[in-house]
């Protein structure tokens, strides 16, 4: 199986590109782990948008109680929204049955840049093993999109590549990568049992232990606690 | 000493943020390693130019035998080009006294993007050591910027920016890295003395290999063997 691993969403070649392959979306610290949460936690749905606006453009057209909006910008909740991106905020109790129109800074910008691709799902360590598997099993090429923070390289994006990669492997999947992909499975290698000292050593993770927010990092540093891969279907993210 | 590694020229935040740092450019495989040995084998200068036409152009300027045209496009020498990119043609007997006007794919313009730096180097394995003593000399802030390939991460040149990050480190600097070198650092650290091998592992590498240059890979592995360190002043690249 050839898996190509990028930092970013702006390095993705482009959408003829994608089409055939199977994209894993990444944002470990937080997005793509609160999405999987959230859908595990019985949400209809997360609905990814690229700005506050548009999100809020389409909690219009839904009837009160059904939705939740969801998201931050510089970390922080948006003004006037009801959650914010930290997974702890997406309980059972909170997003059962409800949709969650969702909009974060790097997360829903690399959701929107890989959705050319023939399918999409969502990857954090939470669903690693169970991500791997849905990809072992489609046997299709992958293109592991990491959303990095700002434009640049996350370490902890690319180290949980490596966590499906490696788990790939496990599988006995034959893998062929490239330089990236393999930097991240060498990594993970090394790291692996210890994510969320990975986590807190990211700039990422540091920024965020600095907004008092360390829960969340040893939340998110939790390997395969989740079945549930969110796929993205008509611009919905579902499980 | 605070050290940001990129993995490609397009990440460089603008000249605005490079000014005060020094920029140490490496494209391992092979512009800066034969920049490094072209130098060290007693050419006057190496100009670094984004396009051949721009290279043969400057050429007019100058008398016959007083300068030779060297470099590469898709790994293979420019037509008329007296040399190509492999560091073993740039030896004492060819290169002596003479100016090379030097233009390759990924690391002339990794050049071009840094030259706003308050000091620019170049640095391969075979000067790594030599790299980092200037540096820590100097003391001032680091950007290390990666040529790449063709706009994506590269193994070699991100190993090569963890080999002087690692010396840095054996000097007794205290290194404040962003998430990228802290990978650079933590892949050299398991694979020092493996160059060749990874080498040989990168993608690059193995086109390299493919095409019969094998002998580009194995001298390029070679850590520490020049001390010399090519500086920019004035669009040249001198010692």
């Given at each position: 199986m050839r898996?190509?691993?990028?930092?970013?969403?702006q390095e993705?070649?482009?959408t003829d590109?994608?089409a055939g392959?199977?994209?894993?979306?990444?944002?470990?610290?937080?997005?793509?782990?609160?999405?999987t949460?959230a859908l595990?936690?019985?949400?209809?749905a997360v609905v990814?948008?690229?700005t506050p606006?548009?999100?809020k453009?389409?909690?219009?057209?839904l009837p009160?109680g059904?939705y939740l909006?969801?998201?931050?910008?510089?970390?922080?909740r948006i003004?006037g929204?009801?959650l914010?991106n930290?997974?702890?905020?997406?309980?059972r109790?909170?997003?059962?049955?409800r949709?969650i129109?969702?909009t974060?800074t790097?997360g829903?910008?690399?959701i929107?840049?890989?959705?050319?691709?023939?399918?999409?799902c969502?990857a954090s360590?939470?669903n690693a093993p169970a991500v791997?598997?849905k990809?072992?099993e489609?046997?299709r090429?992958?293109?592991?999109?990491?959303a990095?923070t700002?434009?640049?390289?996350?370490?902890?994006?690319?180290a949980?590549?490596?966590a499906?990669?490696l788990e790939?492997?496990r599988?006995g999947?034959?893998l062929s990568?490239?330089?990236l992909?393999?930097?991240a499975l060498?990594?993970?290698?090394?790291?692996?049992?210890r994510?969320?000292?990975l986590?807190?050593r990211?700039e990422?993770?540091?920024?965020?232990?600095g907004?008092?927010?360390?829960?969340?990092l040893?939340?998110?540093?939790?390997?395969?606690?989740?079945?549930?891969v969110?796929?993205?279907?008509?611009g919905?993210?579902?499980?």
């Amino acid at each position: 199986m050839r898996v190509d691993l990028f930092a970013t969403a702006q390095e993705i070649p482009g959408t003829d590109w994608l089409a055939g392959r199977t994209a894993v979306v990444i944002d470990a610290l937080r997005a793509t782990s609160t999405i999987t949460t959230a859908l595990h936690c019985g949400a209809r749905a997360v609905v990814p948008f690229l700005t506050p606006e548009e999100a809020k453009e389409a909690a219009r057209s839904l009837p009160e109680g059904r939705y939740l909006l969801g998201g931050e910008r510089h970390a922080v909740r948006i003004p006037g929204f009801h959650l914010g991106n930290s997974p702890l905020e997406y309980g059972r109790e909170e997003v059962a049955g409800r949709e969650i129109l969702f909009t974060t800074t790097n997360g829903t910008r690399a959701i929107q840049a890989a959705a050319g691709a023939s399918a999409l799902c969502v990857a954090s360590f939470l669903n690693a093993p169970a991500v791997a598997r849905k990809l072992a099993e489609s046997g299709r090429d992958v293109v592991i999109c990491c959303a990095g923070t700002e434009g640049t390289f996350s370490l902890e994006d690319t180290a949980c590549g490596g966590a499906v990669l490696l788990e790939l492997e496990r599988l006995g999947v034959t893998l062929s990568l490239n330089d990236l992909g393999w930097v991240a499975l060498e990594l993970y290698r090394s790291y692996r049992g210890r994510e969320a000292e990975l986590l807190a050593r990211s700039e990422h993770g540091r920024r965020l232990i600095g907004l008092g927010l360390e829960a969340d990092l040893g939340y998110c540093a939790q390997v395969g606690v989740i079945n549930a891969v969110p796929v993205l279907r008509d611009g919905r993210l579902v499980i």
